[in-house]
């Protein structure tokens, strides 16, 4: 910008304003943003750091601040950044109360206050509440076991070998900030697409990558990213992208109807001699259609009260009192329960009640093994957080029978997770590719990244000074890449924890 004198002596105290205010947003990990992109394509974690970096700028004291997992989608260089600036925060006086999985965060807190023991109806105690140190120390939190190193994530003690002739090759991708990039995708292994926020790997993978797999192999009627060719695609036959997005939008929308084995169970209480005796079908206990719900809700539980100039009210319908079926249908009971109170039970408690039933219990394992056996069998999709609608995902799909030749994307699974949830979720996602399936994750978990059998880094920055591969390899080759900042990361992770019996032992 070319200014004479009289022109900066003008501008000099907005400079300095504009200056400041985009620093504050390079500071929250945001440098890679261009200034014109529009809010709806910003991530749940962008916009909350935009509204940080606002804060900032307001030098207030005395305000309470609540971030919920300001670190979603952040590279454990910018996460470094983003602490800094939590810090000032609290350094001008004011409170910060932080949701938070991410480790260095929890280090960083001056205090800890750990909720547990387990998820759900499992949970809702406080298991810990002091200083770091007090949460290393203690026995019965969970989070703290993993922490001090007495829980760990274990890396596979041998990776998968890369066959060359099973590999997707994208040559040339131009799209977004992405600079004539080859990639070499290797099939039938667990592959880790790695790079700081902005670098260019959702461009990669999920504009060019799975919409050209989606076109070829689905017929996909999708936008596809810039590039010149791809080839391999021969090798696999079906591609599924196992993304956060809600699994449904209403509250109709729920685990047992999304996964199907909502439909088995109402197979099973036609099949009830009362429910013979009386004439009732299948139908008979759906909430979707008349006959067995509940009317004046119309099978929804709730009634909605429209407010003028208000957000709208749900009150419990008074006639089933919420339980979406009228009373007739809710006498036909299998143990002792009706179609309405196994919609109320957890996944871990309708496994108990229907073990006897094969079909029903390998899709309830399918959701216990991805970590959700806490959720119930009817809650409501709109109350899922997106951590919850992906592992349902994964459910369905693993509860369905696979070729062994389907390459499976997920666009940073672990995305408000625990330490131990992460474990289950690696766990399946390793049994996906022993069935001889691949699997892709865009991940900044090092934890993920570590247990991977291939690693491809973008980078070097975000933005324009990115879209570049930067390294490629095992996990240990990436690590001794001094150019991928990923890299510097994964070396500290690569070692062993020493634990207090590891001590011992030396």
Sequence with gaps: ??????????????????????????????????????????????????????????????????????????????????????????????????????????????????????????????????????????????????????????????????????????????????????????????TAVTGVSGAGKSTLINQILYPAIAKKLHDADVEIGAHKKITGLNHIDKIINIDQKPIGRTPRSNPATYTKVFDLIRDFYALLPESQSRGYTKGRFSFNVKGGRCEPCQGDGFIKVEMHFLADVFVPCEACHGSRFNATTCEILYKGKSIADVLNLSIQEAREVFTNHTKIVTILDTLIEVGLSYIKLGQAATTLSGGEAQRIKLARELAKRDTGKTLYILDEPTTGLHFHDIAQLLGVLQKL??????????????????????????????????????????????????????????????????????????
């Design 1 to 190: 910008l070319k200014m004479n004198e009289s022109q900066k002596v003008i501008a000099k105290e907005l400079l300095k304003e504009i200056s400041n205010r985009l620093n504050f947003l390079v500071n929250v990990g945001l440098s890679y943003l261009t200034l014109d992109r529009r809010g709806p394509t910003l991530s749940g974690g962008e916009a909350q750091r935009i509204r940080l970096a606002s804060q900032i700028g307001s030098e207030l004291t005395g305000v309470l601040y609540i971030l919920d997992e300001p670190s979603i989608g952040l590279h454990q260089r910018d996460n470094q950044k983003l602490l800094s600036t939590l810090e000032h925060l609290r350094n001008l006086g004011n409170s910060l109360i932080v949701v938070e999985h991410d480790q260095e965060t929890i280090e960083a807190a001056d205090w800890v206050v750990d909720f547990g023991p387990g998820a759900g109806i499992q949970g809702g105690e406080i298991v810990a509440s002091g200083t770091y140190a007090d949460l290393l120390a203690n026995k019965n939190s969970l989070t703290g076991q993993y922490l001090s190193g007495r829980k760990q994530i274990m890396m596979p003690a041998i990776r998968r070998k890369i066959d060359p002739k099973l590999l997707i090759t994208i040559e040339g991708a131009t799209a977004n900030n992405l600079r004539d990039v080859t990639v070499n995708f290797p099939l039938k292994v667990f």
């Design 433 to 506: 590719v022993d069935a001889g399936n691949s699997v892709l994750v865009i991940e900044h978990n090092l934890d993920v990244i570590k247990c991977a059998d291939w690693v491809i880094d973008i980078g070097p920055e975000g933005g324009k000074a990115g879209g570049q591969l930067v390294a490629e390899g095992t996990p240990e080759q990436v690590a001794k890449n001094a150019a991928s900042v990923t890299g510097l990361f994964l070396k500290d992770v690569l070692k062993p924890v020493a634990t207090k019996e590891t001590r011992k032992k030396a």
